[in-house]
């Protein structure tokens, strides 16, 4: 079975400028997750999808962030603007159902580092 | 506010030896812990987890406590092998829904030949 596939792995941006990341949940999983994880931290939430709707985004910068799942499966996250506080790793993570107990299968990531 | 805290950032023990990572937490309404394994490069990997109904569970090598009065949590491996060289994160979520996990900073874990 395919994990979650994240790309691309490593992104260099300019602060100011936009960037999108890509994930691809393990098939069949209706619940998929973004978290961000700084250097020296814990992943911290930043959205959770069940199907193609948001559960909880309370922890997205929205003014900056944006997060979509049209069809249900894939998921894209953006930063436009990009801040030098948003180099981290972005995890993508996908668990079957929505239940606590349902085990979340995370991504690789990708290294973001913003100059 | 650090709801989940691992306060020791890294534990170095001997090839064959019991190790322990311990995590505490804060907020009385979480009831369901987990412990993630993250190797370089890789996403965090589910190792085991408790519900507050418990105090215990064990699963090979690996054991969770739970000690609800003091709101402390550890995990136990035993043997230590080297391949359990990572770094590891507890974790917390309410039970109601889906996961909604609250991380601690991890510990990074050396095992020694």
């Known amino acids: 079975e395919a994990g979650v596939a994240q790309s691309p792995r490593y992104k260099i941006i300019e602060k100011r400028q936009s960037v999108a990341f890509w994930c691809n949940p393990i098939s069949g999983h209706a619940t998929l997750y973004w978290y961000q994880q700084i250097l020296g931290q814990g992943p911290k939430l930043l959205i959770q999808f069940q199907n193609n709707g948001v559960v909880d985004d309370s922890q997205l910068p929205k003014d900056r962030f944006s997060a979509e799942r049209l069809k249900g499966v894939d998921s894209t996250l953006k930063i436009q603007p990009a801040k030098l506080e948003d180099s981290a790793v972005y995890l993508c993570?996908?668990?079957?159902?929505?239940?606590?107990?349902?085990?979340?299968?995370f991504g690789p990531g990708t290294r973001l580092t913003v100059l | 506010d650090q709801q989940v805290k691992q306060n020791s950032p890294s534990l170095s023990v001997q090839e064959g030896r019991i190790s322990i990572l311990n995590c505490d937490y804060t907020n009385s309404m979480f009831d369901y812990f987990l412990w993630y394994k993250k190797y370089p490069a890789e996403g965090p990997t589910f190792l085991i987890s408790?519900?507050?109904?418990?105090d215990k569970n064990e699963d090979g090598r690996f054991t969770v406590f739970l000690n609800k009065s003091a709101k402390h949590l550890s995990l136990h491996i035993v043997p230590s092998q080297p391949g359990d060289s990572a770094v590891y994160f507890c974790?917390?979520?309410?039970?109601?829904?889906?996961?909604?996990?609250?991380f601690g900073q991890g510990t990074r874990l050396t095992i020694n030949p």
């Open positions: 974790a917390a979520s309410v039970n109601q829904g889906a996961q909604k996990l609250v």
């Open positions: 408790i519900s507050s109904i418990k």
């Open positions: 993570a996908s668990s079957l159902y929505f239940r606590v107990t349902d085990t979340q299968y």
